[in-house]
């Protein structure tokens, strides 16, 4: 069943069309990857997806809500959050004050409690941080804690924007392993990802985006071993 459901979505930037009537579907419980070359409206996509960038055209059903005309901060009490490029966390605030910041829309102060020692138990390293400036972490760290962020609003889907981005190989694991625990304690993720090995290696299926327009779909898999897939995006 579908959580998330896009249709014919049009982005402009001025004159130019980022996104040029997509259309594709998240299925509850899965990871779906969306993978293409820098410029391809992968980003956009998830930004649209948000409600930090008004869609010009098509529809986003989301658990039976429409988006399009939506504010991002009534998305998130929907249940959707998103992990941005570059991790964004707030570099002045410690690291325990930027997952408070990620349950801002949450009212009950002891559910609060209970998810912050869920994701401590998911991210120890968080925990032995917690009274640590966020700026002063590594790239991985940062990562960790934008993740954190977002699940503090107890998502039913997370975004995800180029989370191995900048990560030296072993925080990449690590990072791909927490997506996929998270995703077994059933939390479904749309993942946008320049590593497109990694992300096929781990999603059920897959969207390649080229310019602005869905080129190929299918399961992750099959992708993976596509050769024209493997030519184009994993350097084969």
């Known amino acids: 069943m579908a959580i998330l459901e896009v249709s014919n979505l049009s982005v402009y930037y001025g004159v130019i069309q980022a996104l040029k009537g997509i259309s594709f579907h998240v299925d509850r419980g899965e990871i779906v990857a969306l993978i293409g070359a820098n410029g391809a409206g992968k980003t956009t996509t998830l930004h649209t997806l948000s409600g930090l960038i008004s869609a010009d055209g098509g529809k986003i059903n989301y658990k039976g809500h429409d988006l399009t005309k939506t504010p991002s901060h009534n998305i998130v009490t929907l249940?959707?959050?998103?992990?941005?490029?570059?991790?964004?966390?707030?570099?002045?605030?410690?690291?325990?004050?930027?997952?408070?910041?990620?349950?801002?829309?949450?009212?009950?102060?002891?559910?609060?409690?209970?998810?912050?020692?869920?994701?401590?138990?998911?991210?120890?390293?968080?925990?032995?941080?917690?009274?640590?400036?966020?700026?002063?972490?590594?790239?991985?760290?940062?990562?960790?804690?934008?993740?954190?962020?977002?699940?503090?609003?107890?998502?039913?889907?997370?975004?995800?924007?180029?989370?191995?981005?900048?990560?030296?190989?072993?925080?990449?694991?690590?990072?791909?392993?927490i997506i996929q625990a998270v995703n077994r304690d059933g939390v479904t993720v749309l993942l946008v990802e320049q590593n497109a090995r990694k992300a096929l290696s781990i999603a059920n299926r897959a969207y390649v985006l080229e310019t602005g327009k869905i080129s190929k779909e299918g399961d992750a898999k099959e992708l993976l071993n596509d050769e024209a897939i493997r030519k184009a995006y994993l350097g084969e």
């Open 79 to 177: 249940g959707m959050a998103q992990v941005p490029e570059g991790r964004r966390v707030f570099s002045e605030m410690t690291v325990l004050q930027n997952l408070k910041m990620g349950a801002y829309t949450r009212n009950d102060k002891n559910e609060m409690e209970e998810t912050l020692s869920v994701i401590y138990k998911r991210f120890p390293r968080l925990e032995e941080r917690k009274n640590q400036l966020a700026g002063t972490l590594s790239g991985g760290e940062q990562q960790m804690l934008a993740m954190g962020r977002a699940l503090m609003s107890h998502p039913d889907l997370i975004l995800m924007d180029e989370p191995s981005m900048g990560l030296s190989p072993i925080f990449v694991n690590e990072i791909f392993d």
